[in-house]
């Protein structure tokens, strides 16, 4: 049917009037024209103009040939891209680094964490374009066959407005392979490359291989010099390595020792890195010692003086009692093979052995476990020790030069004391002996190794040789009964003897600036960002298939059948294309009132093409005998139009309780989990694997954003195809705002700004939706981050000491044999723990910090991993010092020193006391001339004494001075001449003396404590008390226990009680004073300064104090505190764990949470809009065209199938007329209800009749508007 009528054509017949239903609506009053638009000229166009395009068929960009091949090669550069990324990842070990996860740039996090997001989004608003031009225009294209299409397969397409997930099947289906392409790479980008693409980096920790040049730094000292560099340190060193604690040293292990070596582009005062985590690997010449160990021979032989054994070889005869002492039951020994017979029992006899080298080690136990008897049972090794040198590949940590790993890659060479590379005889002579020559004895140190036994005491030893505890210390799983095995025994003393070895070695290392450089690498651990291998494969696999969909829809669309004249994006240009096509649109009469109109279309076939005969470019029925109408649409529907508006159901209310729940939820997930992190110190991982913890983590929360879009996407492509109705709806609508509107040809996510610009805010606020969504999913992929965090749960402690100070007096020997009543069990270890601590750095010992220790708790045993924490009481020690000068201070010093190379020296100190009156104090020593040059040199000297009552008698006094601590540091000159028979004549100069009194400070602390008791964190709770005498039971006083506690630091490592010493370097002899110059890291003792101010000088023996009261309380705990009994006290303290958990990063939950509450709000407001006012939803072309099948609309857009939208536009609005929806009267005399021309209506009158909210077509309408107009009847629904 041909509606020639323009807008000045004639008027409809006054005697087509017809009484139309009403609708039930509420309508908004349309202004009708008064006047008919007088005619003009430009509506009459000559069907000839369409013509001359036809050859020439209109493309969308989108799938023009450059286009796709674009994206193609944009696809195939990803796909590249990936792979590429993925070889530097696993190559170079990660993309980019840094020492801490918080260390990478803003740049690079935001690089690695939202850019390849961002940039998959964009590929997918990409691909989104070409997918919706795909599917809307699928149906031209199946029009534009030769043979034309059925109206199943073309009219009554609607790809556009389908789930994206079934597009593909239905697709394939139906044959239509472009769509099935296009939608087949929608889903893979939705559901498969955008989650895992979000996947796709992480963060680990790596380590990366630099070449890099290394040069030694030391070398051994020359083979003369070795014998005076080899001195008794290195016995100490062993002793803290076995025992204290002390780590091994740098380029050292127990069994080897390396040449330190450091990168070649380092200054020469540049050491260890101070921060980072790396390691240096070199070749580097590794020296090592193994022992050959053969048991003896075993003879008794029994004398009047007792019962002696014959250990004997072949190469070496050695007789000895192994249990000399009568009650003896137990005893393990070591005899050194010596040279000269000045030595002690524990040295074999030259003549005796026929090899040098030999050393003898005994195992005893007597068979009566309660006496000694005569049956024995002996393990008797002798064993020789051979050296050798060897390159190693040697890894050592770059921070403290500690070796990770040595592997051998050279030939080894034996070296014995003939090649003069190392004094073998003198090393061996020192482990012999267990004291080094004079020549060679330490600062602090006695020249005798260590002889505590305390750590096993237990096993009860009679006279074991000094060389026993580190074979029992490097054995630590193993007790006495084992040694009785040659092998564990031969193992003990190997590990003994390289350690000795080792350290002594260390000793003889000195600078070396002209070392040869090698060629070696840096290990850099750090934090890298890393590509996920196994996502990288699948992705480029995803991209690889989203390449193959764009190659099906090239070839697809390439050569394909396509008479387009232009885009079909307007409701203009579809009444365009059937102005002119009677046939089709006679098949649509009636179909406005039939349900399903497409039973009895879906056979007719129809195209779309240039027709002949003067019928032009149009759409229209292929005419033959094989293509006629099953029937009329009409003839189907015995029933008419139930009456019922339709809407989709994604705009349906339940669809949107739907989506609020699904927002709501989200949201409520979202902010759960961020308090709970927030509460939790962050997320479980759910999983130790990084892959299974990537997918919960950021695949899953991008998938499900992924899920939301889609929704999106056809809720803003429903509102986008009703836009124009609901324009026409209104009435009086222009051109351009209804028949010429254009929003279905452009993806939902690109259409705000055309619609805002527009003013048509639902439309916006649904591509907004869409907009966030991507938005979201950019956030949710980077909202979770692996890091580690503390975890804190309740456990019981138990304590078992109480808070009272109750020493227990033992008698314990001391270096002059002089027995000592003291609680310690030790006199010499807490000076060892202390030098270890503060000259090598070792950790503390366990409940100890710089100036407390604490009351331990015990804990349900276990696993050791975390951290406790508890309330418990703490201890400090604190010195209150004064300067001693004036009238309260006498100092007496013997110019001359003795025959015994030592000084006299006195000091008296009057001490004034609580009660207001005062005590006369007073010590007489010596000071010791071992450390003096010959010639006459500047001197220092330092003492650390005690005090004593000048009266014993007084009590008062006798307290009053035992607790005080003197100590000085003076300058002098000395003339020290060893050939004379006056010896040396000295002259003091100035000096620095200060006593200290004592103070013990209390009180309840918050500790956190490891595994082992090391003290990580301490938290005092109220205030310190001092000297509180709740403390201390009856028989300890706050007096004796500072008494007994200054007698202790009084007898230092080196030698005995109050001891002094003269030196001429600048650096202190005496112990105390050493220590607490470390930790002030000051030279205080320089004999070429002035003796030290009053400040450092207090500050020095303060610091140090603090540390040693610690540590002697922490190693003597047992006899200082009482014991809590059977039923000890318990609280409630806290385990914390450092385990792997998810963090949210909170900029991306707050833009999250930004945009689920703008959705939330935004698809309130779209879903509680009505829009059901279309009896039928025109989503086919079908449907559309049911809507203007009988409008003398299609006269003003006939003529114009050959023109763009623009065009149509101007020539539309030349016209001047406009248009609306509702019901009217056709010329074919049926009641339609559609789009139809608003210049045919002369006048209304609106009746309210109802103001009903039912979704259905009444004939009593809420409003209607009749129009006269010659014989027709139209009435506009608005």
């Excluded at 139906?174 to 889903?187: E, I, P, T, Y």
């Amino acid at each position: 049917m041909v509606h020639s009528q323009g807008f000045g054509g004639p008027e409809l017949s006054s005697n087509s009037r017809a009484q139309l239903s009403q609708f039930n609506h509420a309508y908004t009053s349309v202004n009708a024209f008064e006047s008919q638009i007088s005619p003009k000229p430009e509506a009459n166009l000559i069907i000839g103009l369409n013509d001359q395009n036809c050859n020439k068929p209109w493309k969308p960009f989108t799938l023009r040939a450059p286009t796709l091949i674009a994206s193609l090669l944009i696809t195939v550069a990803l796909i590249a891209f990936i792979e590429y990324i993925n070889n530097v990842s696993i190559e170079e070990k990660a993309l980019f680094f840094a020492e801490e996860a918080e260390g990478f740039p803003v740049g690079v996090v935001f690089c690695y964490r939202y850019l390849p997001q961002m940039i998959v989004v964009v590929l997918g608003v990409g691909w989104a374009a070409v997918d919706l031009d795909v599917k809307r225009l699928e149906p031209y294209f199946q029009l534009s066959k030769p043979e034309g299409a059925t109206a199943i397969n073309s009219i009554f397409l609607h790809y556009p407005f389908n789930f994206i997930g079934f597009v593909p099947i239905n697709a394939a289906r139906k044959g239509h392979w472009n769509v099935f392409w296009a939608g087949l790479a929608l889903c893979v980008i939705f559901w498969g490359i955008v989650p895992l693409n979000s996947s796709l980096l992480t963060t680990q920790h790596v380590t990366r291989n630099i070449e890099t040049s290394f040069k030694p730094v030391k070398k051994l000292i020359p083979f003369n010099d070795q014998q005076e560099a080899m001195s008794a340190y290195f016995l100490y060193t062993s002793y803290g390595i076995t025992w204290l604690g002390e780590k091994v040293h740098s380029f050292m292990t127990l069994g080897l020792i390396a040449v330190p070596f450091k990168p070649a582009s380092y200054s020469q005062g540049q050491g260890y890195l101070k921060r980072g985590n790396e390691s240096w690997t070199a070749q580097a010449r590794v020296y090592q010692t193994e022992l050959a160990c053969t048991p003896c021979e075993i003879k008794e032989k029994k004398s009047p003086n007792g019962t002696e054994y014959k250990f004997s070889t072949d190469k070496c005869i050695y007789s000895v009692d192994p249990l000399p002492n009568p009650n003896a039951t137990r005893n393990m020994m070591y005899f050194w093979l010596a040279t000269d017979t000045d030595h002690d029992d524990y040295e074999l006899a030259e003549r005796e052995c026929k090899e040098p080298n030999l050393f003898l080690a005994i195992w005893a136990r007597s068979r009566d476990s309660h006496n000694r008897s005569d049956e024995l049972d002996l393990n008797t090794l002798y064993c020789k020790p051979s050296y050798h040198y060897q390159t190693h590949e040697v890894t050592v940590d770059g921070t403290n030069g500690a070796i990770l790993r040595a592997v051998p890659v050279g030939g080894r060479t034996n070296f014995t004391q003939e090649d003069k590379i190392i004094d073998i005889f003198e090393f061996e002579k020192n482990v012999g002996l267990v004291p080094t020559s004079s020549g060679g004895s330490p600062k602090h140190f006695s020249s005798q190794a260590p002889r505590s036994v305390s750590s096993f005491k237990d096993w009860g030893l009679d006279s074991p040789t000094p060389q026993i505890p580190y074979v029992v210390g490097l054995s630590p799983e193993k007790k006495f009964d084992d040694f009785k095995d040659p092998t564990t025994f031969r193992d003990g003393l190997d590990r003994m003897h390289k350690l000795f070895f080792n350290t002594a070695l260390e000793t003889m290392l000195v600078s070396d600036s002209g070392g040869e450089e090698v060629v070696g690498k840096r290990g850099v651990r750090s934090i890298g960002i890393v590509v996920v291998p196994q996502f990288a494969h699948i992705l480029a696999g995803f991209l690889g298939l989203v390449v193959i969909c764009l190659g099906g829809v090239f070839l697809v669309s390439y050569n394909r059948p396509n008479n387009l004249a232009s885009d079909p994006d307007t409701l203009g240009t579809k009444m365009a294309l059937v102005a002119h096509s009677e046939t089709l649109l006679r098949d649509f009469s009636g179909a406005d009132e039939c349900p399903a109109p497409d039973l009895c279309m879906e056979p007719r076939k129809y195209r779309l093409g240039t027709w002949g005969g003067g019928g032009g470019y149009r759409l229209d029925v292929v005419r033959g005998r094989d293509n006629p109408l099953a029937q009329p649409p009409h003839a189907s529907c015995t029933v008419p139009h139930s009456g019922k508006l339709v809407g989709p159901v994604e705009l349906s209310i339940w669809t949107g309780l739907v989506a609020t729940f699904v927002n709501i939820a989200l949201l409520t997930l979202l902010v759960v989990l961020y308090k709970s992190a927030l509460r939790w110190n962050d997320l479980p991982t759910l999983s130790d694997s990084r892959l299974v913890s990537q997918i919960i983590f950021s695949f899953i929360p991008t998938v499900i954003t992924t899920l939301l879009e889609p929704f999106w996407v056809l809720v803003g492509r429903y509102l986008a195809l009703y836009q124009p109705y609901t324009e026409l709806r209104r009435g009086n609508a222009s051109p351009a705002s209804s028949l010429g509107l254009k929003y279905t040809n452009i993806p939902p996510v690109l259409i705000a700004p055309r619609a805002l610009r527009h003013g048509h805010i639902f439309l916006f606020l649904a591509s907004m939706m869409v907009i966030t969504a991507n938005f979201l999913a950019v956030a949710l992929g980077g909202i979770f981050d692996q890091s580690s965090r503390p975890l804190t749960f309740d456990i019981m402690v138990t304590y078992p000491f109480t808070t009272t100070i109750n020493t227990d007096i033992q008698r314990v020997n001391s270096r002059e044999e002089v027995l000592v009543e003291t609680f310690a069990k030790d006199l010499e270890e807490h000076w060892l723990v202390v030098n270890t601590n503060v000259v090598e750095g070792t950790d503390l010992p366990a409940w100890v910090t710089d100036e407390f220790y604490f009351l331990p708790f015990e804990w349900e045993p276990g696993n050791k991993a975390g951290l406790r924490t508890s309330i418990t009481q703490g201890y400090g020690g604190n010195l209150t010092c004064r300067l001693l000068s004036g009238n309260a201070f006498q100092q007496i010093f013997n110019p001359r020193v003795e025959a015994s190379n030592t000084a006299a020296f006195g000091v008296n100190v009057t001490v004034p006391i609580s009660d207001g009156d005062s005590v006369l104090c007073s010590n007489n020593q010596t000071m010791n001339a071992d450390s003096l040059k010959q010639g006459t040199h500047p001197f220092a000297m330092e003492w650390a004494w005690g005090l004593k009552a000048s009266d014993g008698s007084d009590q008062k006094a006798v307290q009053s001075c035992g607790s005080l601590i003197l100590a000085g540091w003076g300058r002098g000159e000395a003339n020290h001449d060893a050939s004379s028979a006056s010896g040396t004549s000295v002259t003091t100069q100035s000096n620095t003396t200060i006593t200290c009194s004592q103070r013990i400070s209390t009180g309840e602390f918050m500790v956190t404590v490891d595994g082992e008791g090391r003290v990580k964190r301490s938290k005092l709770i109220g205030e310190l008390k001092y000297d509180d005498p709740r403390i201390f039971n009856r028989s300890t006083s706050v007096g004796n226990f500072t008494a007994q506690l200054a007698m202790l630091l009084r007898v230092p490592a080196k030698q005995g009680f109050d001891v002094g010493i003269m030196h001429n370097d600048n650096t202190s002899h005496c112990f105390p004073q050493f220590l607490g110059e470390y930790l002030i890291n000051k030279t205080l003792s320089d004999p070429s300064t002035p003796s030290p101010n009053f400040e450092d000088a207090q500050d020095a023996l303060s610091k140090f104090y603090k540390r040693f009261f610690a540590i002697v309380l922490a190693l003597n705990q047992n006899t200082i505190f009482v014991p809590a009994g059977n039923v000890p006290r318990s609280e409630v303290g806290q385990l914390e764990s450092i385990q792997p958990r998810i963090s949210m990063d909170p900029v991306m939950f707050c833009v999250a949470v930004g945009i689920l509450g703008f959705q939330l709000i935004a698809g309130t407001v779209i879903f509680v809009t009505p829009r059901r006012f279309l009896p039928r939803f025109p989503y086919t072309l079908a449907s559309e065209i049911s809507f203007f099948h009988a409008s003398s609309a299609l006269s003003d857009v006939a003529g114009t199938a050959n023109m763009n939208s623009a065009m149509r536009s101007r020539h539309l609005k030349r016209l001047g007329g406009t248009y609306g929806y509702g019901r009217f009267k056709g010329s074919d005399g049926e009641r339609h209800v559609g789009i139809e021309r608003m210049s045919l209506i002369k006048g209304y009158k609106a009746a309210v009749v109802t103001t009903g909210a039912s979704p259905t077509i009444p004939e009593t309408t809420a409003m209607a508007r009749t129009v006269a107009a010659g014989e027709d009847n139209l009435e506009l629904i608005v």
